[in-house]
């Protein structure tokens, strides 16, 4: 399954799952980043980490790659 | 749909505070959403800054300008949900929920949601909602959802939420008088109902574990359903921590029962919460929002213009650099004639003053205690106040989550993250305000290391400890051709903190700073025109909060080392100087008596500069020839360079030094050296008055480094050997780039860490790795060289 690391610039997904249950994922969660919200990968930072995404076409978050790969999405 | 208000608790501590003489009002919301903005508006930029006790939160307090009745505004840290898992995030909610003893309870909330991205931030709007307070929502920014195309109902959100609803545009001031009349009206809106968020088997099981626990807990715990539903949703929070300190075991059974039972029965509790939440904003809320035109680009588009250049790998990195360059520069260099203009400034009140009294104890403690303690204050002011107006205005516009964007790789190698590049960059000029600026940085454990680890980039101070050694010691050799060594030894002593930082950080984020929090999560708020009202309020607030908080801590240590190496001034040691003058003065007067010139009631002369009015006055006496006034005045001055010097060596820190000097004796050092490197204790660059002290050159050494040189450089051993060499002047530049000499530093951590804890161990472990450093440096090069 695609992850949100696997994403390329310019292009959209929708949250399938959250892996791993702790607080990171919760952070997202209550961030609105949560299964069925839709996130576009927008960059990566220029030394290769972290990335900058839009969530729910309203704001851009950053995080890292290996945060974002537990960022499972919709095929 | 809706939840009746729980009845209230019998254990009172959470029932509304009794209707004081002062109305408090706690403003609270996401990060950047304007938070400060209305408050500096509603408060007129009049905030009591200080910090919560116990923990390093910034605690903002302010009146309500121009109320027909006494209103007090707190602005709390920005924040996206009440969860909490450290002591610093939970602060917010015992100010709401009034269990703090240096806050009292609010009466009312604004919850300061942001327009343009209103559905995250009702998250946090509706868990308010919970505490059954009265709640105002500030639709902010309004602007720019108009902007973005956003149209918000107020009327059907206000309803929808069962909350009054007042839009505002903090920047332009629009809606703040509205707010600001509800705010002061004698009558609060009622307490709101409570949204029915979580599906009943959650609120079943809720209930049954608040009866459970109830029994169990003290009183004043709190135990509402507000207080229940965190605890249960918290896993590992800072509700549950509390339960179980006050209610052992048995509460923590219980609370991990009744997880496992929802688990079981299909509800996962760590994101029940959001899930249920959010679907709750989205049926109650959704009819409030329509799309509409919006005008030309909106915020996002003009955003991600600006970033596809200040994010991009060369054109952004290039831009970061410079920019980066530019305020090390400004706080490097551009504060230069500032400070300097503070020290003649504060040099001539000291003359001023120390002319007006005699010589004493009294004209010591004013000129060389206070007047140079509250120079050595003031004079970080001017770094201060170039780094935060650099700070406020990258922030305000957006920028500095930009710069912690580009820079999170290279820091998270040693576990921090970007945030903290600014604060150790800034350290390489000044650690005060460096340690000031890591208030950006929202996770306290990595702010914390930032704070222990700044001190050992090697900032300004420590510049003249280097020059000299490197100038007295360093042989001027040229390596590869284009190298030369002292180029070399200085450069090495800027990588040696850099070098050392990396471990200590990697080590303190292993062990006692270890977060349970994800170390880098931001989100890259829109770019926006920044507020010169802003800006500038920020730079006074923190200019002030240093000489106010930090200030007092300086001028004391000041106070107390000048004590130290004042007293206690032995009368053998004015006796002897009364000899050597009278010797001296003989030899001269001498010839006087011999020419028949009287020079009864004229008194005797004590320095070269009475000496050169003697000379002016018998000029036409032709004494010239007989006697050498600039000599007879230089004696004079050495008799009282020596004296002073004596003083110092007999001074308790100078007693102190000789009781060291079997600890220092590893480093090739002698008692003089270490009671140099005590003396240095408030600033590091002292150490160079002081060692000019003790080696009786004066405390201009400092301007005439040629005779300091000559002066280290003739020191000896008392058996003959010169004391200082290469080995023993590399060691002592490492002492002083690990070490924690500087009383500002200490007082800047005390202030930002809110307690002793933090800056005593700074001191310790800086020390530590000083001594070692500075002994493996000696006794190493001793070998090879
Ligand atoms: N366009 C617009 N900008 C605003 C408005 N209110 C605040 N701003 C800007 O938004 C930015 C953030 O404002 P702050 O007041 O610092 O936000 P805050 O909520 O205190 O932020 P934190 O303390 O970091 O949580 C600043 O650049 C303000 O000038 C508004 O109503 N409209
Ligand atoms: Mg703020």
């Known amino acids: 399954m695609p992850t949100l690391d696997d994403l390329k610039p310019g292009t959209k997904a929708i949250v399938e799952e959250l892996e791993g249950d702790d607080l990171f994922a919760q952070r997202l969660m209550e961030m609105g980043l949560l299964e069925g919200t839709t996130v576009e990968f927008i960059r990566r930072a220029p030394l290769g980490d972290p990335i900058e995404v839009r969530v729910n076409n309203r704001y851009q978050l950053s995080l890292r790659r290996e945060d974002a790969r537990r960022i499972r999405l919709q095929e | ?785």
């Open chain 2, 1 to 785: 749909m809706t939840e009746s208000q729980p009845i209230p608790s019998p254990e009172d501590a959470l029932a509304p505070s009794p209707p004081s003489a002062v109305r408090r009002v706690a403003l609270l919301g996401n990060p950047n959403t304007g938070k400060t903005t209305l408050f500096n508006a509603l408060t007129g930029h009049r905030a009591r800054v200080g910090n919560y006790s116990g923990v390093t939160v910034e605690k903002r307090e302010g009146a309500l300008k121009g109320a027909e009745r006494p209103v007090t505004l707190v602005d709390l840290p920005g924040t996206y949900s009440l969860s909490a898992h450290s002591a610093d995030e939970f602060v917010a909610v015992e100010v709401l929920l009034g269990l703090r003893a240096d806050s009292p309870r609010p009466d009312a909330l604004v919850v300061v949601a942001d327009a343009s991205n209103l559905e995250r931030n009702l998250f946090l709007a509706t868990q308010v909602l919970e505490l059954g307070l009265p709640t105002f929502l500030a639709l902010n920014m309004t602007d720019v959802a108009e902007q973005d195309g956003v149209a918000i109902d107020a009327t059907k959100l206000a309803a929808a939420l069962g909350v009054p609803v007042i839009e505002t545009n903090a920047r332009a001031r629009e809606g703040v008088d509205k707010l600001k009349r509800l705010l002061e009206r004698e009558d609060l809106p009622d307490r709101p109902r409570v949204p029915r968020v979580y599906p009943d088997e959650f609120l079943k099981a809720r209930d049954a574990l608040r009866e459970e626990l109830a029994p169990r807990l003290p009183a004043d715990f709190g135990l509402d359903a507000f207080a229940a539903s965190r605890l249960l949703l918290e896993i590992d929070g800072e509700f549950e921590a509390r339960a179980v300190a006050q209610g052992g075991s048995d509460a923590r059974a219980a609370i991990e029962r009744t997880r496992t039972e929802l688990e079981s029965a299909g509800l996962r509790v760590r994101s029940l919460e959001a899930r249920s939440r959010y679907q709750w904003i989205r049926e109650h809320t959704n009819s409030c929002f329509t799309e509409t035109q919006g005008h030309g680009r909106s915020s996002h588009d003009m955003t991600e213009r600006v970033d596809r250049i200040l994010t991009h790998r060369i054109y952004g990195t290039g831009i970061f650099l410079l920019l980066m360059a530019l305020v090390f520069q400004a706080i490097y260099s551009w504060s230069g004639p500032l400070m300097d203009l503070i020290d003649s400034a504060f040099g001539a009140l000291g003359m001023w003053v120390g002319g007006l009294m005699p010589p004493g104890p009294l004209q010591s403690l004013l000129v060389d205690g206070v007047i140079a303690g509250v120079g050595g204050v003031v004079i970080f002011i001017p770094q201060i106040l170039i780094l935060f107006a650099f700070i406020a205005l990258l922030e305000d516009v957006g920028y500095m989550a930009r710069a912690a964007f580009l820079m999170d790789r290279l820091l998270s190698r040693a576990g921090l993250s970007g945030r903290s590049f600014i604060p150790m960059l800034s350290s390489f000029a000044c650690a005060v305000p460096g340690l000031m600026a890591t208030r950006t940085i929202e996770n306290q454990r990595d702010r914390l290391a930032t704070i222990l680890v700044s001190p050992l980039m090697s900032c300004s101070a420590r510049l003249p400890v280097y020059t000299i050694m490197i100038a007295a010691f360093v042989p001027d050799h040229r390596m590869l051709g284009i190298f030369n060594l002292p180029g070399l030894v200085l450069l090495a002593m800027y990588l040696v903190g850099i070098a050392v930082a990396i471990p200590v950080t990697w080590i303190l984020k292993k062990t006692i700073l270890k977060s349970k929090t994800p170390s880098f999560l931001i989100e890259l708020p829109p770019y926006r025109k920044p507020l010169a009202a802003n800006v500038l309020s920020r730079m006074i607030e923190r200019g002030r909060e240093f000489l106010v908080r930090a200030g007092t801590i300086i001028l004391a240590v000041s106070i107390v080392v000048w004590a130290l190496s004042y007293f206690p001034r032995p009368d053998a040691v004015a006796n002897e100087y009364e000899i050597a003058v009278e010797s001296i003065n003989a030899q001269y007067l001498h010839a006087f008596s011999q020419a028949g010139i009287s020079t009864a009631g004229g008194g005797i002369p004590t320095n070269s500069e009475e000496t050169a009015q003697w000379e002016a006055y018998y000029a036409d006496l032709a004494l010239d020839d007989a006697v050498d006034f600039e000599e007879w005045g230089r004696q004079l001055d050495r008799a009282a360079v020596h004296r002073d010097g004596e003083y110092l060596r007999n001074s308790y820190l100078g007693r102190m030094g000789k009781l060291l000097e079997p600890a220092v004796r590893p480093l090739g050092w002698d008692w003089r050296i270490g009671m140099a490197a005590l003396a240095s204790f408030p600033a590091r660059e002292v150490i160079i008055a002081i060692l000019g002290v003790i080696f009786d050159l004066g405390p201009e050494g400092l301007d005439d480094q040629q005779g300091m040189i000559e002066k280290l450089r003739a020191a000896e051993w008392p058996d003959g050997r010169p004391l200082f060499d290469l080995p023993v002047a590399l060691g002592i530049m490492v002492f002083f780039a690990l070490c924690m000499q500087c009383a500002a530093t200490l007082a800047t951590m005390k202030r930002e860490t809110n307690s002793w804890r933090w800056p005593v161990f700074a001191f310790v472990y800086m020390t530590v790795l000083a001594y070692l450093g500075a002994m493996i440096t000696y006794q190493v090069s001793s070998l090879l060289l």
